[in-house]
């Protein structure tokens, strides 16, 4: 039962995903089997690596961020969970379907029913009115506008566009174009969002009410979100569970705090370090779990706090500890000078550390 | 003996150019240096390119040029009886719309006619000032008496521009969607561009009687149709990549991408396609009545063949009239599109 149980919290798994762009692919794949590295196979053959055995799990209902810098691959990935790419090797399995193995007719349903996109550029129908792209998805499978404007309409009002129905896209400002974006996407219904580097031509404040924006819906909605972004910032403000990519593999994959808290790799390092570490990091990543109860607290924190709260809170005492509370329980005991310890990089625990350095 | 008697000599081709090379008076040279009672000493400066005619008087063996143009021309007549079969059935539908559209746009009486062309001009263009000039252009050119003649021409551009309209975007978006459609499809449509007018009606004469009007309307829609082929192609590939993406995204067909999307978005290069056909159907027009077709066309070889001047003047003023409302009708109708879809 319980293996049925977290099976069914894998919304699509990705297994062994290899995508080489190039005359002919499967004989470049054989050499990258073999070992071969994304600049030697474009320089001795070229061809470009830009898929190479990935392995990802993608919890339900959750956010899942990928991150990596520019060329790493990040569009390459998404675009093949709804097949807009075709890899050269490997499988997608989402809801237990390997969806490579659909048809164009499968394959329709599935981009229809399961899932939605919102891209970089937003990428609305210029041609038709705000309402009208909204509803995308119902029009899609014949509906017309009568019969899907309330739904599409919902969805507008909820992402904040009430009563912009009749504009045409060209009419807003790219934060409202980009909520269209997300209206669009809503309104399908699918389980499955994917959005590629969705606020990434949006301003920063814009932005942040984006990310926001994001958080709210997803609490209400728990979709499962495949994010996108090459900002870490914005990633660890999202992510439940965060892959890195680069040169197209993963270099790392799990929960960002842990991530952040023990990069597996120098690349990752140099991703993390320029980070503000105490408004990312949570209590819960650097208390000493305990249930025994404890004497001379300075007072009770939520697990789920950030560091910078805990020393606003302290008020810079480096001497304090904090009970820290889950649930209305107490879980553990939080030392002020771990937490300092915490906030700067290298630090951290030895043995990771050695342990990355002969790895 | 010829210039080129060496070659033959050299190749041992003698024999089977048979021994007419020294002896036949094949050419006015032979014949002037026999007469003169010299040997013709062709100088290195008066060397003649080895051409058809320079080798024949070497060997008779090589054809003259003008047999290979005979060739050609007996090759044509040839093939016409075959071809007739195959094209004449497909294009009788276009002597018949032009033949009826013709009788019909004479049949209404002016007072009929002009209102309704200026209905159409605010249809399409929604300015009063564009039926304005529509009506007095169609006003002088009926005082002067050049009404008929100015149907007529009408006429035949109407049918041959919907004829191209309903091939040409079609053969562009087929175009669009292939590259391999496209490399073929681009000499072609280079080579109809660039043909003189004229050398259209060459081998149409051959093939159809004079007095067939699809002789002209082949040669008409040949010559305007490329620029609406051309520019569905290139509105249907500048479709902006990341629209279509989403088009895919979420789960369109083909069918819905082409007509929700590429369509509607390609739509005023169609239409600048579309306005450039119009221009080059009237240009053609007035050629093509070397070939017997009615209109504007007419009174200008009029003009030209009994040095009418002002016959001549005042019909090339109808056709610059014409031009000037075809073309601001159409880009009205273009203006509008493109106002209602900016980017
Ligand atoms: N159609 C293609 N043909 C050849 N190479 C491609 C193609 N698409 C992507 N690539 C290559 O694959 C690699 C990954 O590209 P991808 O667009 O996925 O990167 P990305 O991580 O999304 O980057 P960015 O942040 O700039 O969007 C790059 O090296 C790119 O050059
Ligand atoms: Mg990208």
Redesign the pocket.
Known sequence: MKDVQSENDIKISIRHLY?I??ARPQEALEQVKNGMG?TELQEKHGH???LNDINVDVPSGKTTVIM??????????I?HLNRL?EPTAGEVWVDGENILEYNDKQLRKLRKVQMSMVF?KFALFPHRTVLQNAGLAPSVEGERERKYADEARKWLDRVGLEGQGDQYPHQLSGGMQQRVGIARALTSNSDIMLM??AFSALDPLIRTDMQNLLIELQNELQKTVVF?T?DLDEALKLADHLVI?KD?FVVQQGEPQHILLNPADPYIEDFVSDINRARVLRVRSVMERTTKPLAETAGDIDHDDTLESVIALSEGDTTLSYRVIKDGAPVGLLNMRKLVRALVPSEQSDDPDSARRSG | MATYDFVFDGLGLRDWCGDAGGGGLSSMADLLSETSGEEATVSAWDTPFPSLDALHEACDKIPQSRELTLGLERGFLDIKDTLKIVVDPITQPLSWALENTLWLMQATPWWIMIPALMLIVYLVGRSFKLVGLVAAAFGFLAFVDYYDYTMQTLAIIFVCAVICVIIGVPVGIAMSRSDKVQRVMIPILDMLQTLPPFVYLIPLIFLFSVTEPKLYGIAIILYAMVPVIRLTDLGIRLVDKDVIEAADAFGMTKRQKLYGVQIPLALPNIMAGVNQTIMMSLAMVVIASLVSAPGLGVLVLRGIRNLELGVGLLSGLGIVLLAIILDRVTKAALARINASQPR
């Open positions: 995508k762009f190039g994304k470009v690596l830009g990596g810098l520019s060329g790493s691959g990040k569009s390459t990935l675009r790419i970089q590629d580097e996108i090459h990519l197209g």
